[in-house]
């Protein structure tokens, strides 16, 4: 939830200085000169491309949040060649991707040639997820703390009904 909170507050703040700058682009034009309403209006373009990206960052992230899963304290990515340990607040395993503090990892988007959710394992501790196209393999390792079997069939098999992957389960 820390995440969503952040991602809101920063697009809050695009809109702020969006509509602070398209004020300052008519007022300098009408005021001013016509090279400060330009360099307003470019600072009003630039805002507003952050403003939309970031809008979509917190769309995704609130899909991913309303449809989740499974909600775990801390992450292990791991890319070819790299790994990376993200320890955040919550890490939010949905049926369409998942959320790692305000990185988010989407699945399913492009259709065949898209990202696509191709593994879970899941053992006492850990939930391994593997997903990728066909140029870039992730793994994310999630430290689970599902404690009892049948918490580890339920959250597989609504993996399975959500995702169509089957999980994996060992050592249980």
């Given at each position: 939830?820390?995440?969503?909170?952040?991602?809101?507050?920063?697009?809050?703040?695009?809109?702020l200085l969006f509509a602070a700058s398209i004020c300052l682009a008519v007022?300098?034009?009408?005021?001013?000169?016509?090279?400060?309403?330009?360099?307003?209006?470019?600072?009003?373009?630039?805002?507003?491309?952050?403003?939309?990206?970031?809008?979509?960052?917190?769309?995704?992230?609130?899909?991913?949040?309303?449809?989740?899963?499974?909600?775990?304290?801390?992450?292990?990515?791991?890319?070819?060649?790299?790994?990376?340990?993200?320890?955040?607040?919550?890490?939010?395993?949905?049926?369409?991707?998942?959320?790692?503090?305000?990185?988010?990892?989407?699945?399913?988007?492009?259709?065949?040639?898209?990202?696509?959710?191709?593994?879970?394992?899941?053992?006492?501790?850990?939930?391994?997820?593997?997903?990728?196209?066909?140029?870039?393999?992730?793994?994310?390792?999630?430290?689970?703390?599902?404690?009892?079997?049948?918490?580890?069939?339920?959250?597989?098999?609504?993996?399975?009904?959500?995702?169509?992957?089957q999980a994996e389960i060992s050592d249980w």
């Amino acid at each position: 939830m820390v995440q969503m909170k952040s991602i809101r507050k920063r697009r809050n703040g695009y809109v702020l200085l969006f509509a602070a700058s398209i004020c300052l682009a008519v007022w300098s034009g009408m005021a001013f000169s016509l090279e400060a309403a330009l360099a307003f209006g470019a600072i009003s373009l630039i805002s507003l491309l952050l403003l939309l990206r970031q809008s979509r960052l917190l769309y995704d992230a609130t899909l991913i949040w309303d449809n989740r899963i499974l909600a775990v304290p801390s992450a292990l990515i791991s890319i070819p060649g790299r790994q990376i340990k993200k320890d955040t607040e919550e890490t939010v395993v949905s049926t369409f991707g998942v959320l790692i503090g305000s990185r988010i990892y989407r699945w399913g988007l492009d259709g065949v040639h898209g990202v696509r959710l191709s593994a879970v394992q899941i053992d006492k501790e850990r939930m391994y997820l593997t997903f990728g196209d066909k140029d870039q393999t992730i793994r994310v390792e999630l430290l689970h703390g599902m404690l009892h079997k049948q918490t580890v069939v339920e959250a597989a098999q609504k993996l399975w009904h959500e995702t169509g992957v089957q999980a994996e389960i060992s050592d249980w």
